[in-house]
């Protein structure tokens, strides 16, 4: 079991209580066939809602999804919506025919090396794809919306990341102007999610090694997807709009010890039965994550396990021109251009051109 590897104990949540608010109401979830959205549609489905109304592009994630509610919750109200959060249209349809009450946005790109390498991507679905959601969200006078972030927004190395931490300014613009209670969830690495290291290091074991490890001091914040579900539900019903929530997670884990723990706990030696290999940082890794800034840190509380802050305002004009110009740069596949905005507008961010091979 994932809570097996966690390092500590896993939160227990009232989702009962937690969740209450969304009984009756109409919930809609992007990004609803990924192992997130999945979840949160059979937590929220618990919660008696009016509707459930799952958005996403991927039919057979989708399919898969239905088949478990169907068979848990027999005769639970729902709609399937297949669509891509960057179609306007296509959202604008669903969110005008549905007028859901809360709106769960899970659905982005998260592979770090794949987004260094397809940085329009990253713009038009991260980012964009948020900006179209959050917009018809308002149009439709949704009550709540919370999207869902990564501790790799934190100081952003990486395209992935800094594309979330655009989505999380975004979504701050939105609060200031609008009834619309916009908040934003932080989450560390899921385990045992779809794409994520366990299913890979199951894997590498189940073939007889190596085990592929990036770095031997690489951490990593984890929780598992209970945690993380239990954390979106707990903050839609908390919020007051424009705050960051973040789980307690504990200490960061070493990857090298979970890849040995998991090697023992399947049964074989590290290092004698099955290999560990180091593969190096790939483009946009950092040796250890962040939940918060410094400024963040200043102004974030406890409530129970978590933390909450409110991040600071930005120059709303010049950073909605230059959100227009990345996505105008990201539909020209303009990837140099890309690059050299996302740096100006979060100066953490070092593209890796030399991997990708450009010139700054």
């Not at 608010?21 to 937590?43: D, F, M, P, W």
């Not at 959601?133 to 395209?159: G, L, Q, R, Y």
């Not at 890979?200 to 073939?207: E, G, H, P, S, T």
């Not at 019903?237 to 929530?245: L, R, W």
Request: charged share 25%; glycine share 8%.
């Amino acid at each position: 079991k994932p809570e097996d590897l966690l390092g500590r104990k896993s939160i227990d949540v009232d989702i009962e209580k937690a969740g209450r608010y969304l009984t009756g109401k109409r919930v809609l979830i992007t990004g609803a066939g990924g192992s997130i959205g999945k979840e949160l549609a059979r937590q929220a489905a618990g919660l008696n809602p009016e509707m459930l109304i799952l958005f996403g592009r991927g039919e057979n994630s989708l399919y898969e999804a239905n088949l478990e509610l169907e068979r848990d919750y027999f005769g639970l109200n729902k709609f399937l919506a297949i669509g891509d959060i960057r179609d306007r249209a296509r959202v604008s349809q669903v969110f005008q025919e549905f007028k859901p009450y809360i709106v769960f946005h899970a659905a982005a790109h998260k592979h770090v090396p794949l987004m260094e390498t397809s940085p329009e991507e990253a713009v038009k679905n991260n980012i964009m794809g948020t900006r179209i959601v959050a917009e018809e969200s308002i149009s439709s006078k949704v009550e709540k919306f919370v999207m869902i972030s990564t501790d790799k927004a934190v100081n952003p190395t990486s395209v992935m990341g800094v594309s979330k931490k655009i989505a999380e300014l975004l979504v701050q613009e939105y609060v200031r102007r609008n009834d619309t209670k916009f908040s934003t969830v932080r989450f560390g690495n899921v385990l045992g999610s779809r794409g994520s290291v366990i299913p890979l290091f199951v894997q590498q074991i189940a073939n007889g090694g190596p085990v592929t490890v990036t770095h031997p001091e690489v951490k990593r914040y984890f929780m598992t997807v209970d945690e993380a579900c239990h954390l979106v539900i707990e903050a839609g019903g908390i919020t007051k709009g424009g705050e960051i929530f973040i789980l307690d997670m504990g200490e960061p884990m070493s990857i090298d010890r979970l890849a040995r723990n998991l090697i023992t706990l399947s049964g074989y030696e590290p290092d004698v039965d099955i290999k560990i290999v180091y593969s190096g940082l790939r483009p946009g890794e950092k040796l250890h994550e962040e939940l918060m800034t410094k400024e963040e840190l200043v102004t974030a509380s406890k409530y129970q396990y978590l933390w909450v802050t409110v991040p600071e305002k930005q120059n709303n004009n010049s950073f909605k021109k230059a959100v227009e110009q990345l996505e105008d740069f990201a539909k020209k596949g303009d990837k140099k251009g890309i690059f050299n905005l996302l740096n100006g507008l979060i100066p953490t961010f070092r593209p890796s051109y030399i991997e990708n091979g450009f010139d700054k």
